[in-house]
């Protein structure tokens, strides 16, 4: 689900960019101008070195199962959807992050706001996050900053800030928060 960046639910009143009409997702398509890597296997990728993906002005699109994949650039929303992703975002910034899955685990150098919906995902930091939201179970956010809004629904997640965590919705057993 999108939403124009005036009602965007992941960043807090006032936070971030011009409004913008909502963007469709395209679905896959070989004639698709969004960049995206699409489905493969662990036999696609030998050295694990991972796929390389550039941002642009259009969103991001990162699906499959037991893949690599690094992220360069600046990017307004990234999508990753699959099961034991690995994406290597350590170089790029990502405005939004939306996580779909199962045992993804992502590196990014600046993060404004992730959603993660799924499980057993980790997500690491090398900023402060505006928004993180986790919809799911055993799933990790770390960040080198300050988070300013945590809202997790589920159990046994934890979200760690190397700065403060300044608002927070916890909704299940077992999730540490700090």
Do not use: W
Not at 42 to 64: L, N, Q, R, Y
Not at 74 to 101: F, K, N, P, W
């Amino acid at each position: 689900m999108l939403l124009p960046r005036s009602a965007d639910p992941l960043l807090p009143p006032g936070a971030g960019g011009t409004t913008s009409p909502a963007v469709p997702d395209p679905g896959p398509s070989a004639s698709s101008p969004t960049p995206s890597a699409s489905s493969g296997d662990a036999g696609d990728d030998p050295g694990g070195s991972g796929e390389a993906v550039t941002c642009g002005a259009d969103p991001v699109d990162i699906t499959g199962d037991k893949r690599s994949v690094r992220l360069e650039g600046t990017c307004d929303l990234v999508r990753v959807q699959g099961s034991a992703l690995v994406l290597d975002a350590g170089q790029a910034s990502i405005r939004t992050l939306e996580i779909t899955g199962e045992g993804v685990e992502v590196e990014v150098g600046f993060l404004e706001a992730v959603a993660l919906d799924g499980d057993d995902a980790a997500v690491s930091a090398r900023s402060s996050i505006s928004v993180v939201r986790i919809s799911g179970d055993r799933s990790t956010v770390t960040s080198t900053g300050d988070i300013s809004t945590v809202e997790v629904r589920g159990e046994d997640n934890t979200v760690r800030a190397d700065g403060r965590v300044s608002s927070v919705v916890l909704e299940g057993r077992g999730n540490s928060i700090g």
